[in-house]
């Protein structure tokens, strides 16, 4: 896959731009071919924060990996084209997504289906030098031209922000679907998820709630809680706008080194306060979507 020609991954065209993806979209092209595709997906989940280094994409894998292990048919969709992370989180930097001939199928971790542009690359080095309507073309076909099958939930991670990708993700989902803001406790971070929840205010997109993630640090040793980004951030923000605040989840230094690894914490790390604060966000979504673990 070229990461500098203008087209999307099964685009035909053989220049560097075709009038699909510059103009009418490949994923306006597909969503018309293939309507139904999303309307197996119960609910979508797009996580998003308004400041980078929040732990976003750390939550996303988390929340998802927590989805899964609860029962709930799982899929986690990394729209960052930049900055690409899950692949790395997961430990698929040498997996690829690949296509029957119709459809991009998934790559599947235990019974979680992922998908990114990090999966498509032929270098996980590589820059994606790519337009907005270029990356708004390929978070089309993410969304109508993956075999998703039958899912509980989808969950979305979007880089931070308010621009291309996040846009392009809350105007091609079809059907319903929420928004999960993520912060850290300090003012600075608060004061850019005001932004996402105007964002989707502005959308008419239902914000799910606010998540105040690397909020309080508890010493293994002694027990004592000391909050390294000041505390109550999330809280308030979400007081502020009238929305729910999911919860907060403590930093441990663990999360870093599992991510490094590719091992999801939640999973390793099941016992600990933080899987547990996951578990938690889980059953909150989970209630209020009414929504009970697939069959198998």
């Known amino acids: 896959m070229s990461n500098t020609n203008e087209k999307s991954p099964e685009c035909s065209s053989k220049g560097t731009a075709c009038s699909a993806c510059s103009s009418t979209t490949c994923s306006e092209k597909a969503s018309k071919d293939k309507p139904g595709l999303q309307n197996k997906i119960k609910n979508t989940i797009v996580v998003m924060s308004g400041k980078g280094g929040v732990g976003k994409s750390t939550v996303a894998v988390n929340l998802a990996v927590t989805l899964a292990s609860e029962g709930y048919k ?14 790395t989180m ?3 930097q040498n997996m690829r997504a690949l296509s029957d001939g119709s459809l991009l199928q998934p790559v599947e971790v235990g019974d979680m289906k ?13 820059a994606v030098i790519w337009r907005g309507p270029m990356k708004a073309g390929v978070i089309g076909q993410f969304l109508t031209d993956v075999n998703w099958g039958e ?13 291309d990708e996040p846009l392009s993700v809350c105007q091609q989902i079809k059907g ?9 406790p300090q003012e600075v971070a608060a004061a850019d998820v005001r932004k996402s929840i105007n964002f989707c205010n502005q959308l008419g997109v239902e914000v799910a709630g606010v998540i105040e993630n690397m909020s309080g640090f508890v010493c293994p040793s002694c027990n004592c809680e000391t909050h390294i980004f ?28 599992s991510c490094d690894n590719g091992s999801p914490f939640v999973y390793t790390h099941s016992k600990t306060p933080v899987a547990r604060a996951f578990v938690e966000v889980v059953n909150q979504i989970a209630r209020k979507a009414d929504c009970c673990p697939a069959a198998a």
């Open 151 to 163: 899912l509980d939930y989808l969950v979305i991670d979007s880089p931070p922000g308010t621009g």
């Open 90 to 92: 997961l430990k698929l």
């Open 230 to 257: 000041s505390s109550g951030g999330g809280e308030k923000t979400a007081r502020e706008f009238g929305v729910k605040f999911l919860g907060r989840i403590p930093i441990d230094p663990a999360i870093g080194v």
């Open 114 to 126: 992922v998908m990114s542009i990090g999966l498509l690359l032929d270098n996980a080095n590589d």
């Open 74 to 87: 799982t899929g986690l969709l990394d729209v960052d084209i930049h900055g690409p992370s899950i692949p």
């Open 176 to 184: 319903d679907f929420s928004a999960l803001i993520v912060t850290t």
